[in-house]
């Protein structure tokens, strides 16, 4: 299976999820379904079929996740010397050339990605228009809006 790109942030972020599922709540829904079992016939038990769903739902998210890391390949930007050139993981600053608005986003992996945070996925339009971009370059990026022009404004390694 391929690598994916995920930052150290984002891979701590999945590892603090996955030991809440395992050691929180997969203990609970346990105790759940061990109570909802003691009420009786199992047929017509909502409680019983709730905490199952639930663990249904639960294991399927640790897979999930586990998958997850065992694939990524975690890469820490603040440890490589910064060229101006941008990359996975930097952060960039632009400025629309039609508009003057000036924004910054993290170029960061898929499940990482958040637009009301300024992080926006590697695979996105915009940031598949600056990987490999530089400071100070005029872009122009093919977003679902049209055609747009930026001027890089600055990439840092943080």
């Known amino acids: 299976m391929t690598k994916v790109p995920m930052t ?18 997969r203990p609970k829904i346990t105790e759940a379904i061990a109570s909802a079992r003691e009420l009786g016939d199992l047929k017509e038990n909502a409680e019983y079929h709730a ?3 639930d663990q249904g739902i639960c294991e399927a998210r640790i897979r999930d996740i586990e998958g997850k890391l065992s694939n990524a390949q975690i890469i820490d930007v603040t440890k490589m010397v ?26 960061v992996g898929d499940d990482e ?27 122009s990026i093919t977003t679902p ?13 943080l």
Do not use: C, H
């Open 82 to 107: 910064n060229n101006g050139r941008i990359i996975f993981g930097t952060t960039v600053t632009i400025l629309n050339l039609d508009t003057d608005a000036e924004v910054t986003y993290r170029i």
């Open 51 to 53: 905490a199952r769903e």
């Open 145 to 157: 809006g049209g055609m747009t022009d930026y001027e890089i404004i600055s990439v840092q390694y």
């Open 113 to 139: 990605a958040n637009i009301k945070e300024n992080l926006i996925s590697v695979n996105s339009p915009i940031a598949r228009g600056l990987v490999g971009k530089n400071e100070g370059d005029e872009v």
């Open 8 to 25: 150290v942030v984002g891979a701590e972020q999945l590892r603090k999820e996955l030991d809440i599922l395992k050691f929180e709540r």
